[in-house]
């Protein structure tokens, strides 16, 4: 038997045997999964946030065409990058509401389409933007194929005082 073999058992059981310092070390095992989360947790908010102002501005868009507030004239049933003047279109409604996230670029769409045996017109508009825009931080390029989208549908208001008859369903 070796002298140096009898010397590391005791030092090795005065190293196993002493505390100082374990909490410091279970402290950085719990740090990491911690940070992640308190990461991913804020990240789906601020995407969360991006998707609820998308949808405000195709919901508000889509109001606006309905009611004809704003003299909203036309739907351009082409896909438009906000920024670009559309000139009272959905499109631009929506774009307008869209205008704060200025380091976002949104795809805004809309399209008629007329309703089955004489009913109203139904309109869609329709707001996209791609998902790696919208994230914070984008970690093993989760988000890269992913795109945010944001649907309404309406239909035209009936205007009685014209003519229009809501329980038949025809519109003006």
């Not at 774009?95 to 309703?115: R, Y």
């Not at 089955?116 to 508009?125: D, N, P, Q």
Request: charged share 15%; hydrophobic share 45%; with cysteine.
């Amino acid at each position: 038997m070796s002298r140096d073999a009898g010397i590391e058992k005791p030092i090795m059981r005065h190293f196993l045997r002493r505390q100082e310092g374990a909490s410091a070390a279970e402290f950085g095992l719990v740090l990491f999964p911690i940070v992640v989360l308190f990461v991913v947790i804020i990240q789906f908010g601020v995407l969360f946030f991006v998707y609820n102002d998308m949808y405000n501005a195709a919901r508000e868009a889509a109001r606006r065409w309905s009611t004809n507030e704003g003299a909203i004239t036309t739907a351009l049933d082409t896909a438009t990058t906000c920024g670009v003047e559309t000139l009272n279109s959905v499109e631009d409604s929506a774009c307008e509401i869209l205008s704060n996230w200025t380091f976002l670029t949104f795809q805004v769409t809309s399209s008629i389409q007329e309703g089955v045996s004489g009913a109203c017109e139904e309109l869609r508009v329709t707001v996209t933007t791609p998902m790696v825009d919208a994230t914070l931080f984008n970690m093993f390029g989760v988000f890269d194929s992913h795109t945010l989208t944001a649907m309404v549908a309406t239909r035209s208001q009936y205007d009685v005082l014209e003519g229009g008859d809501p329980a038949v369903g025809n519109c003006v």
